[in-house]
C-alpha cells in the first residue's frame, strides 16, 4: 500500500513504534526522529530485521530548527516526503484531580503538544505543498474525560491538537496535504497492569480489534485509496 512512499515518525516509544513498524511493513521507507538513543536503535533494528527500510535521527521533535533541517535532509535524500506522523510524549501528568495539580503539570501536555504539532507538521507541509500532496496524521482526537481516571491536561491538550488539525486540514487541504486524526479509546500494550482503568480501556473497540485491523486503519490515511483531505481512522 505504501511502495515508493516517503514517511517520517516521530517518537519510538510504544505508539510511534508501532506505527513506524506498519508503514515499513506497508512498503515505506521509513525515517524514525526520537530523543531516546537506545529506543531509536532499537526501533530500527526491529524494522530492519523485519525486511524493512528504516533511517533513525536523534532528534528533539520541539527543537524547531532540528525538526526543519531533518524534513529537508529526509527531501534530499529520499526525494520526497508523503507522511508524517507524530506521538512523541506530551509530558503529561496523570493519576491527580484538577484542583490537586500545578499549573506547571496541567499545562505541560498542552503546551508540548502544541509545539511539537506546529513544527512538525510545519515542516511537511512546506515540502508536500512543494510536491502536490501528502498526509498528515495526528494522534488522539478530541473526546469527553475519562468517569474513572484523572487525565489531567492531556485531553485538553488533545483537544487544542484537533482543532489544529482542522484549521491546517483548511488551508492546506486545496493543495493536496490530507491531515487525519488516528483516534483510539486506548493502546493496551502501553498501559501499565496497574493502571485503573486498564480494563475499560482495553474493552472498548480500538484495543478489541485485532493486529491486521489496527494495521489497515494506520495505513487508511495515508494510502491512495483514501481521497477526502480530512478524517479520521478509529
Same mark, same amino acid.
Given at each position: 500500500m505504501l511502495e515508493g512512499k516517503t514517511a517520517v515518525v516521530y517518537g519510538a516509544g510504544t505508539i510511534s513504534g508501532a506505527v513506524a513498524e506498519a508503514f515499513a511493513r506497508e512498503g515505506a521507507r521509513v525515517f524514525v526522529a526520537s530523543r531516546g538513543a537506545e529506543r531509536l536503535a532499537a526501533l530500527a533494528e526491529r524494522i530492519r530485521a523485519a525486511g524493512g527500510q528504516v533511517e533513525a535521527a536523534q532528534l528533539d521533535a520541539l527543537d524547531e530548527r532540528a525538526v526543519d533541517e531533518h524534513a529537508d535532509e529526509v527531501v534530499r535524500r529520499a526525494g520526497s516526503l508523503e507522511v508524517s506522523f507524530n506521538a512523541i510524549n506530551h509530558n503529561d501528568v496523570q493519576g491527580k484531580p484538577m484542583w490537586e495539580m500545578s499549573l506547571e503539570d496541567f499545562e505541560a501536555p498542552v503546551i508540548t503538544g502544541l509545539r511539537t504539532s506546529f513544527i512538525t507538521w510545519r515542516a511537511a507541509t512546506r515540502h508536500m505543498i512543494k510536491q502536490g500532496g501528502g498526509v498528515i496524521i495526528s494522534f488522539?482526537? #478530541?473526546?469527553?474525560?475519562?468517569r474513572d481516571w484523572y487525565l489531567g491536561g492531556l485531553?485538553?491538550?488533545?483537544?487544542?491538537? #484537533?482543532? %489544529? $488539525? $482542522?484549521?491546517?486540514?483548511? #488551508?492546506? +487541504?486545496?493543495h493536496g496535504v490530507r491531515v487525519a486524526t %488516528? $483516534?483510539? +479509546?486506548g493502546v493496551p500494550e502501553g498501559i501499565p497492569d496497574d493502571f485503573p482503568a486498564k480494563a475499560k480501556i482495553e474493552s472498548r473497540s480500538w484495543a478489541r480489534r485485532s493486529s491486521a485491523a489496527r494495521r489497515r486503519a494506520r495505513t487508511w490515511a495515508t494510502s491512495? $485509496?483514501?481521497s477526502p483531505p480530512t478524517g479520521r481512522a478509529r
Open positions: 488522539g482526537g #478530541e473526546g469527553p474525560p475519562l485531553q485538553a491538550g488533545l483537544d487544542v491538537i #484537533e482543532t %489544529m $488539525r $482542522r484549521q491546517l486540514a483548511t #488551508e492546506a +487541504g486545496k %488516528m $483516534r483510539t +479509546g491512495p $485509496r483514501s
